[in-house]
């Protein structure tokens, strides 16, 4: 089975950082015409999980690039 073309196998929390991922998935969300509240779960459980990424640690650019796609679907949840 595959998601978006990556294997089942090879899914992780890591993907949500790839700010193309997280807009495909809302335009599968919006697709299937969900509600707003559930909109917003959705979107409140991808911000906790990057959160927990960037707390993490890692490189300086790679926090600054963290902080910029928080930031980012913090203003796609309003």
């Known amino acids: 089975m595959q998601v978006l073309g ?40 991808i911000k906790k999980v990057l959160v927990w990424r960037a707390s993490l640690g890692g490189a300086e650019e790679q926090a600054t690039t963290m902080q910029a796609l928080l930031e980012w679907v913090e203003v796609l949840h309003r």
Not at 20 to 41: D, I, P
């Open 6 to 45: 990556t294997p089942a196998s090879q899914l992780s929390t890591k993907l949500l950082e790839d700010p193309h991922l997280v807009v495909k998935y809302v335009a599968f969300l919006l697709a299937r015409q969900v509600g707003a509240n559930t909109m917003t779960k959705h979107l409140t459980h």
